[in-house]
């Protein structure tokens, strides 16, 4: 598989935009039609190449192939024999998707974040499903703000990341974030990462449950089937909110977060100044608090984290909390209401650094209560 970023503080990798075709020992198609996939396997085998996995995307409407090439045969060669058989599918590789993380200890408490955007210290209460894509979520990791935690692992058993998934639903569904939230966690991260073909996965079964807003703290290259994927997952009404990435200001953009349908977020400190890694661009929509965040880890000691993927739950827990359900009407509208509220930073109107500015909770849903920790669960 081909290696690219993915999110969360790291060390910042230069080479990490150079995107070898070669290097993937797969090619991935998603077509429209049965008949179209059954002619392709057909046509493809004869070839030399191997049926690897078929399957029907139900939330999407589309079938997903995915064929190992004969020795020899490159990446970019594959892509265009593919194209040759079957002009109207999506053809792409299988990129892999890495989680960037970097730990930072702190002796001064930064509890800023809140404050910050004006979140209500009691949290608020969720107005839909909520969807993460990330690591796998722990069985045995305590969500108060989910009365509900309907987990899938994509990796087929090959699970890894589970610290950065229990982080970003922390911030999620966490003490004092969402309250009772019906979250979809979705584990696309396996052992030596995530490939694209786990990233449509989950998008498709998110869409299959009807789950209308979604945190993906991932990112890494433009990939084609991915971006289809998302346009019938927008078509359909989803709003996803991924992180802009930590590759860097002079990075390329990362995707999905560079994707119209996808609502881009970068990470500002509490000064107001942005992460020093972030990905900029046209593309970044909001910023949100993202450096030196504290994550509780036990009862007694927390950690602090930076990265994009630290600021990504911060907007995804605005829209899913929005009383006037500006979701239901999908992402422009979700992108309108925020930037109607957001605090300008930067140049003035939107810019490649910070959008549209810093989000604002506008107290949305002031004077309700947190959920009684002694009750909230969590089924399967």
């Known amino acids: 598989m081909t290696s690219v970023s993915v999110d969360q503080p790291v060390e910042v990798n230069p080479s990490v935009n150079e995107i070898d075709l070669s290097d993937d020992a797969n090619v991935l198609l998603l077509v429209k039609s049965g008949h179209a996939a059954d002619e392709l396997v ?27 090439r004969p020795n020899g045969v490159s990446g970019e ?33 930064r509890l800023y974040a809140n404050d910050m955007i004006g979140w209500p210290p009691l949290g608020c209460r969720a107005q839909t499903s909520v969807g993460l894509i990330d690591g796998f979520l722990p069985l045995e990791v305590t969500l108060p703000g989910a009365t509900q935690v309907t987990r899938q692992d994509f990796t087929r058993g090959a ?15 966490g ?35 009807e789950v209308k807003v979604v945190n993906i703290s991932l990112s890494g290259p433009q ?6 994927a998302v346009e019938r ?41 942005i992460f020093d890694r972030a990905v900029q661009g046209s593309h970044i929509d909001f910023a949100a608090p993202g450096v030196e965040i504290f994550i509780q880890s036990g009862s007694q000691s927390g950690t602090y984290l930076s990265g994009t993927s630290l600021a990504v739950p911060f907007v995804t827990a605005l829209v899913a909390s929005d009383q006037n359900q500006s979701f239901a009407d999908g992402v422009q509208t979700v992108r309108e209401d925020l930037a109607s509220h957001a605090i300008d930073l930067g140049l003035s109107g ?17 004077g309700e209560t947190a959920p009684d920790a002694s009750t909230a669960g969590e089924g399967e």
């Open 42 to 68: 057909v046509n493809v085998t004869r070839r030399g190449y191997q049926l690897i996995d078929r399957q029907y995307l139900r939330g999407l409407d589309l079938i997903l192939l995915d064929f190992k």
């Open 175 to 209: 003490p004092g974030r969402l309250n009772e939230t019906d979250l979809h966690a979705a584990g696309v991260i396996g052992l030596e990462g995530g490939g694209v073909s786990e990233l449509i996965r989950a998008i498709d079964w998110m869409a299959e449950n």
């Open 233 to 273: 997952a927008a078509e359909q009404g989803m709003v996803l909110i991924a992180a802009a990435g930590n590759d860097g200001p002079l990075a390329e953009p990362r995707y999905p977060a560079a994707l119209e349908d996808v609502i881009a977020v970068t990470a500002i400190d509490g000064g107001q100044d």
């Open 159 to 173: 699970n890894g990341a589970q610290d950065h998934a229990e982080t970003v639903a922390s911030l999620l569904v």
């Open 77 to 109: 060669v594959a892509i265009n024999d593919m194209k040759a058989m079957e002009p109207s599918a999506v053809v792409g590789l299988d990129h892999l998707y890495e989680l960037q993380q970097s730990e930072r200890t702190s002796d001064q408490g």
């Open 350 to 366: 939107p810019d490649e650094v910070y959008g549209h500015g810093l989000i604002q909770s506008q107290n949305r849903c002031m």
């Open 223 to 228: 990939n084609r089937l991915l971006e289809l």
